[in-house]
């Protein structure tokens, strides 16, 4: 078999994986095939691999003296025909011999060969595995690995439908993934005492709640970040100055002042009752109680996005700015164009070509009914989501929404930059699974609970990026 006939076979054996993975649980017949198609994989590897090492270069073409070839193809050999092995924890957390390359290189293969895992997640944690280093790449390259391995997707599923016995019917890959999952949960931190599940890759919130069908606005217009601790540290600059130098003259220091933001992470919780028989209705148990949690876990953050005290919370996005220089403060008892004019003209120049507005619908709407009435060349313009002068309008339902009598301060609208607000999630959120609920008389109610625990963090990291519509009577 030629080079050629070689990459074609290995490309149809991934993509049959790829279709066994997406089943969580597979017949015997399945399952034998599943270890055939792996096994056959590995062995096309090492005809690709090697053929590559006699040729004196590496799968991607670089160049390398033999000792290096020898390790990344034993480590690449490995990656690309199952990168869900079962050493798979960071060499912080011990037994793996992974090299930091090798150890993203199999998270970034493990993640592309998730079933169901929507794009806008798979690319903002492969994002984060190219940029982050040392032991932030280490967590987040281990997580992705372990809980996106289907094993454990298959195992967490029969414990969503049997917390007390699921466990019992594990097969050998399902409770060593399981075990595997359950130790980088403990070496993580990820877990209290009580004991919890890691939530599977394409399930997580850290996952879902950032692809593009989310509802929350600030998700889908801020900065994302993964936190692999209990605060995310990033760093900022108010820019450089940039001049003109005549000939042979010594330049300027154009050094710029550097900050270090900073945003601490808190605990988010959410808990879903569920009554046995529908636990025993359900077609997939994990994946439609977990939509619930998620939906009740995006409401909680859609608030303390806008309105989040930053006390045991984020800090919602107005929160951050009321006492600022931020604030532009108008009066009068009705919102008018020139409210929304002023708000946008008083935002600097280097902030407006990514600039954004949020606003309660009832605002919006008042948008809609002043602006094209005011012979202004750029109306509001309709559409999902419409443009009010010439800027993306966003609906965020937290906002205030009416001009209060004889109330001091009404926040009706945030216009910026909005990659200046960052959100960090802490990624592997966890789930326990509650076996009984008991009622006011501590006898079973005929129910199973689900409390879900994540950690986010959000705040504005230069506030010179925003003007926020103070409006008053």
Do not use: C
Not at 35 to 48: G, K, M
Not at 315 to 325: E, R
Not at 344 to 364: C, D, K, T, Y
């Amino acid at each position: 078999m030629d080079m050629t006939e070689t990459l074609r076979k290995q490309r149809e054996i991934d993509a049959e994986i790829r279709r066994l993975d997406r089943f969580n649980e597979l017949t015997e017949p399945q399952g034998i095939r599943y270890q055939e198609l792996r096994t056959a994989s590995i062995e096309l590897q090492r005809v690709i691999l090697k053929d590559s090492y006699a040729k004196g270069h590496v799968e991607d073409g670089t160049p390398s003296d033999n000792d290096n070839a020898r390790d990344r193809w034993g480590g690449t050999l490995v990656q690309r025909g199952d990168p869900w092995r079962e050493s798979i924890a960071a060499p912080a957390y011990g037994g793996s011999h992974d090299t930091v390359a090798e150890l993203r290189g199999r998270a970034r293969t493990a993640i592309e060969r998730t079933a169901h895992a929507p794009d806008g997640g798979r690319d903002r944690i492969t994002r984060a595995l190219d940029s982050e280093q040392g032991g932030s790449l280490n967590k987040i390259a281990a997580w992705s690995i372990a809980t996106s391995d289907p094993a454990y997707m298959r195992a967490f599923s029969k414990l969503a439908v049997d917390p007390m016995n699921g466990n019992r019917e594990f097969t050998g890959d399902e409770l060593n993934a399981f075990q595997r999952t359950q130790s980088l949960a403990r070496a993580m931190s990820l877990t209290d005492a009580s004991g919890g599940y890691l939530i599977p890759f394409q399930l997580d919130p850290t996952v879902i709640l950032t692809s593009d069908g989310s509802t929350n606005p600030l998700r889908q217009i801020a900065r994302t970040v993964v936190a692999t601790g209990d605060v995310w540290n990033g760093v900022s600059s108010a820019g450089i100055t940039a001049g003109w130098l005549a000939e042979a003259a010594e330049n300027s220091d154009n050094a710029p002042t550097l900050a270090q933001p900073s945003i601490n992470v808190y605990k988010q919780s959410a808990f879903v009752p569920v009554s046995v028989e529908s636990y025993d209705d359900m077609a997939n148990g994990a994946a439609e109680v977990t939509s619930l949690l998620f939906d009740a876990a995006d409401q909680v953050d859609s608030q303390a996005f806008i309105l989040g005290t930053g006390s045991a919370q984020p800090f919602g996005i107005v929160t951050a700015l009321v006492g600022t220089a931020s604030v532009v403060s108008l009066t009068g008892g009705t919102l008018d164009a020139v409210d929304f004019t002023s708000t946008q003209e008083a935002l600097g120049p280097r902030f407006q070509p990514n600039a954004q507005w949020i606003m309660h619908l009832v605002s919006l709407n008042r948008g809609r009914s002043i602006i094209a009435g005011t012979g202004l060349t750029t109306p509001m313009i309709e559409g999902n989501p419409p443009i009010l002068l010439s800027k993306i309008a966003n609906e965020a339902s937290y906002m205030d929404s009416t001009i209060a009598a004889g109330t001091t301060h009404d926040y009706l609208a945030v216009y910026g930059d909005f990659s200046n607000y960052v959100i960090a999630d802490r990624i592997g959120s966890t789930v326990e699974l509650v076996p009984h609920l008991f009622g006011a008389n501590r006898r079973p109610s005929g129910q199973r609970g689900w409390w879900l625990m994540r950690r986010v963090g959000a705040d504005s990291v230069n506030d010179a990026a925003f003007r926020m519509l103070d409006k008053s009577a």
